[in-house]
């Protein structure tokens, strides 16, 4: 018989998602995402973070002030398009553990992606977030928050 107690893809993904998050080095918001094509086969995973040759340390991660984070993070959803190195994304399905911006929107349109699902909305009444709902409604990309069955994922390293 076959265990009844294991995850379902969306919480496959979103934990994916959730664990790509931790490689992100900002103090404030770590996110995480992962694209999947229709067959359930992961085409690139991405974290919030600076471009590749550009040091953690020597850039601000600041919120507020003189010089601040904004200009040079990347987000997870763009990271993930980029981390895809050009594979086809057209109809496939976007993972991140927080709703996309409308600059990220764009990125996920242009590349064809079908469906955002994300785990939270916490910026819901900003008008970045309403102007990326508003796109995405436009381009017929669905979007729709995951309620997984589970509350907590734990990855042990001692599997013996």
């Known amino acids: 018989m076959k265990r009844k107690d294991y995850i379902s893809w969306d919480e496959y993904f979103m934990g994916v998602s959730l664990l790509a998050a931790k490689r992100s080095k900002d103090p404030n918001t770590q996110v995480g995402a992962c694209i999947v094509d229709s067959n359930n086969i992961i085409l690139s995973t991405g974290y ?11 850039y601000p991660w600041t919120r507020e002030g003189e010089e601040t984070k904004y200009p040079y993070v990347v987000h997870a959803e763009l990271n993930t ?46 008008p970045s977030t309403a102007a990326s709902k508003r796109m995405l409604l436009s ?4 979007f729709r928050q995951l309620s997984p069955s589970i509350k907590t994922l734990e990855i042990n390293y001692n599997i013996d």
């Not at 553990?97 to 994300?118: D, W």
């Not at 381009?139 to 669905?142: E, N």
Request: aromatic share 8%; net charge positive.
């Open 81 to 126: 398009i980029l981390n895809a190195n050009g594979k086809n994304l057209r109809n496939s399905r976007i993972y991140v553990s927080l709703f996309p911006c409308n600059e990220c929107a764009k990125a996920i349109i242009q590349s064809g992606i079908k469906e955002v699902i994300y785990l939270s909305d916490k910026y819901a009444a900003s």
């Open 139 to 142: 381009a017929g990309v669905k």
């Open 48 to 58: 919030n973070g600076f471009p590749i040759g550009c040091s953690d340390d020597e």
